[in-house]
Each structure stands twice: as structure tokens, then as C-alpha cells.
């Protein structure tokens, strides 16, 4: 069974990696992943803005815990509910939630990009994935 890591190895990005292993965790499989994630890399679209390892965790607790029907408002509540302890229990270990805070660099500018890749941050980001990961594992095994 691959990890995130793994996934991440293979050179997918942060949402991508977190949300294929999680899914992989789940038993869940879809064309739809990880197309779904894509678009969330770099902090959602290169921005900076949340990392998308975390997104990809937070589509990852919707998997499990998510509602099918919009008049169940009690399973909605409930998720954002644990989603926010998520989010929080990450910021306290990570520092942020923000991409660009956590490997210091705007990947949206062509000196940002540079930047990555001359100081090799992808395994800075690798290390993230792990560390989002490894808490995503303690809520999906609740």
C-alpha cells in the first residue's frame, strides 16, 4: 500500500499525494482521483494559500465523513466540526496552514519557482505531506 510520500515520489503534487494515499487508506478508488486535487497544489493554484497537502487531507475527511444529501445538516456540522480540529492540531505542529509560509517561497513568480527548485523545497514538502499525513491517519482511523 503506498503512502502519500510515495505518491508524492512519483511526482504528484501535495493535494494529489495526500488525497491518493488517504484514498488508497479508505479503499476508495475513482477516476476522479486525484484529477479532483490537481488544481490545489502550490497553496491552490501556485497562490500560496493553503497548502495543499492540507486541502487534500480535509477532501480526504469529506470521503469519510461527508454528507450525501443537503438536508443532513447534522453530518455536515459534525465534519466541520472535525475539520477544524484538524486545521488546528496541523497549524500547531506545522506553525501554518499557508503554503507559502511553510517553504517560504511564492511559486506563482518565476523567481519564486527558481528559488524551489535550486534549493530543492520539494523535500521540504515531502517532509509536510508526511507530517499532514500521519495526523490525517489518527482521524480516518477514529
Given at each position: 500500500m503506498k503512502n502519500a510520500g510515495d505518491y508524492h515520489d512519483l511526482g504528484f503534487n501535495c493535494c494529489e499525494s495526500?488525497?491518493?494515499?488517504?484514498?488508497?487508506?479508505?479503499?476508495?478508488?475513482?477516476?476522479?482521483?486525484?484529477?479532483?486535487?490537481?488544481?490545489?497544489?502550490?497553496?491552490?493554484g501556485h497562490t500560496g494559500?493553503?497548502?495543499?497537502?492540507?486541502?487534500?487531507?480535509?477532501?480526504?475527511?469529506?470521503?469519510?465523513?461527508?454528507?450525501?444529501?443537503?438536508?443532513?445538516k447534522h453530518t455536515r456540522d459534525q465534519l466541520?466540526?472535525?475539520?477544524?480540529?484538524?486545521?488546528?492540531?496541523?497549524?500547531?505542529?506545522?506553525?501554518?496552514?499557508n503554503c507559502i509560509d511553510l517553504i517560504g517561497v511564492a511559486l506563482n513568480t518565476e523567481e519564486g519557482l527558481r528559488e524551489y527548485r535550486e534549493k530543492n523545497l520539494r523535500d521540504k514538502c515531502h517532509e509536510i505531506i508526511e507530517k499532514v499525513e500521519q495526523i490525517l491517519r489518527t482521524y480516518l482511523t477514529e
Open positions: 495526500v488525497l491518493l494515499g488517504a484514498s488508497e487508506l479508505l479503499g476508495v478508488k475513482s477516476e476522479l482521483i486525484p484529477k479532483i486535487a490537481t488544481g490545489f497544489g502550490g497553496g491552490i494559500r493553503i497548502c495543499g497537502a492540507i486541502t487534500g487531507a480535509v477532501m480526504a475527511l469529506g470521503i469519510k465523513y461527508g454528507r450525501t444529501s443537503p438536508q443532513d466541520y466540526l472535525k475539520t477544524e480540529k484538524f486545521l488546528q492540531d496541523v497549524e500547531k505542529e506545522l506553525g501554518s496552514l
